[in-house]
C-alpha cells in the first residue's frame, strides 16, 4: 500500500523562486510531480513528473515549462541499451546514470542515495543534464564527495566545470541546503 504523499518545498537563494513537491513512495515505484516558480530567465512556471524505481533510479522525467516565449516540452525515458529524448535514441547519452534537471535539487538525491556512506569517499557519474531554461538535454559528468553523513561536496565536472557546492541532506538523501542555490522550506 503506498504511503501518503509528502509534500516540499523548496526555495531559490540565489534568485526570486519557489518549488513544490508532491513525492509519493510505494513498494513499485517513486513518484514525484513539481512545480516550480520562477523569476530567473524573463520569469517562468515549470512542471516536472518523474518516474523512479524504489531503489530511486530514474526511469522518466517529463518537463513543460511555460516562459516569454510559450510553452515547450520534453520527456526524457530510459531504455534497455540507454535514454530516449522525446521518443528519439540519443546515443551520445549511452551509460549517463541519471537526469539532472537545473531547477531543482530533488534529481541531486538519487546519486547521493548511491554515494558510499564514508567520509572521504566520492561517487562521478555522468548524467542527462536538462537545461531547463534552453529544454535541451547533454551529457554531463558531476562528482559527489561525502564529508559527513548527512554533508556532500558537489563538483562538477562537465556543463558547468568549476562549480563546487555544498548539499546538507536528510537522512533520507533528500536535499535541505544546496550552497549558493536552494533551501528547503516549511510552511506556517
Request: a negative charge; aromatic letters at 8%.
Amino acid at each position: 500500500m503506498p504511503e501518503d504523499p509528502e509534500i516540499l518545498f523548496w526555495r531559490r537563494t540565489d534568485v526570486i523562486g519557489l518549488e513544490r513537491l508532491t513525492l509519493s513512495l510505494s513498494a513499485d515505484a517513486v513518484l514525484a510531480e513539481s512545480t516550480v516558480i520562477c523569476m530567473e530567465d524573463g520569469g517562468f512556471q515549470l512542471d516536472h513528473r518523474w518516474t523512479l524505481t524504489p531503489d530511486w533510479r530514474a526511469q522518466s522525467l517529463d518537463v513543460a515549462r511555460w516562459g516569454p516565449t510559450g510553452l515547450s516540452r520534453l520527456n526524457l525515458e530510459r531504455t534497455d541499451d540507454g535514454w530516449r529524448v522525446d521518443g528519439q535514441r540519443r546515443a551520445d547519452l549511452d551509460g549517463a546514470e541519471e537526469p539532472d534537471l537545473s531547477v531543482t535539487p530533488f534529481c541531486n538525491t538519487f546519486p547521493i542515495l548511491r554515494t558510499p556512506a564514508g567520509a572521504g569517499e566520492s561517487r562521478t557519474l555522468d548524467t542527462c543534464f536538462v537545461d531547463a531554461a534552453t529544454m535541451t538535454v547533454q551529457r554531463s559528468r558531476q562528482r559527489y564527495d561525502r564529508i559527513g553523513p548527512n554533508q556532500i561536496r558537489y563538483v562538477d565536472l562537465g556543463v558547468s566545470a568549476g562549480f563546487e557546492a555544498d548539499i546538507e541532506v536528510d537522512n533520507r538523501g533528500l536535499v535541505l541546503r544546496y550552497q549558493h542555490l536552494f533551501e528547503r522550506v516549511t510552511p506556517v
